[in-house]
Nanobody, 128 residues
Framework: VQLQASGGGLVQAGGSLRLSCAASGRTFSSYNMGWFRQAPGKEREFVAVVRRSSSTTYYTDSVKGRFTISRDNAKNAVYLQMNSLEPEDTAVYYC??????????????????????WGQGTLVTVSS
């Protein structure tokens, strides 16, 4: 599967952005889809993931209540709605697809090293 992330940009603190990730292929619904980010000088970190069925989502603590991940299997797309943005959210955001164990645990889904496919990233800059 090929992934194309978009929607990044420059926004003031407190503002909102919606990231999109378009996937190619006819098996999109079989992937758990995640968003990760990497800030300048920092390691990549998990942001959110939505399971294949769309019924279960997980978030890193720092974005809970502010970010919402969703997917539309009919459109082969996953989204990340980001509200109340903070300067600390500044990073390149990547979408990724996990095609491993159907019953992968939350711990596994938070581990970017487990994902098989990655998009090219989209830059989000939040000014104070």
């Amino acid at each position: 599967v090929q992934l194309q992330a978009s929607g990044g940009g420059l926004v003031q603190a407190g503002g909102s952005l919606r990231l999109s990730c378009a996937a190619s292929g006819r098996t999109f619904s079989s992937y758990n889809m995640g968003w990760f980010r990497q800030a300048p000088g920092k390691e990549r970190e998990f942001v959110a993931v939505v399971r294949r069925s769309s019924s279960t989502t997980y978030y890193t603590d720092s974005v809970k209540g502010r970010f919402t991940i969703s997917r539309d299997n009919a459109k082969n797309a996953v989204y990340l709605q980001m509200n109340s943005l903070e300067p600390e959210d500044t990073a390149v955001y990547y979408c990724a697809a996990y095609s491993g164990d159907y019953y992968a645990t939350e711990r596994i889904l938070r581990d970017g090293n487990r994902y098989q496919y990655w998009g090219q990233g989209t830059l989000v800059t939040v000014s104070s």
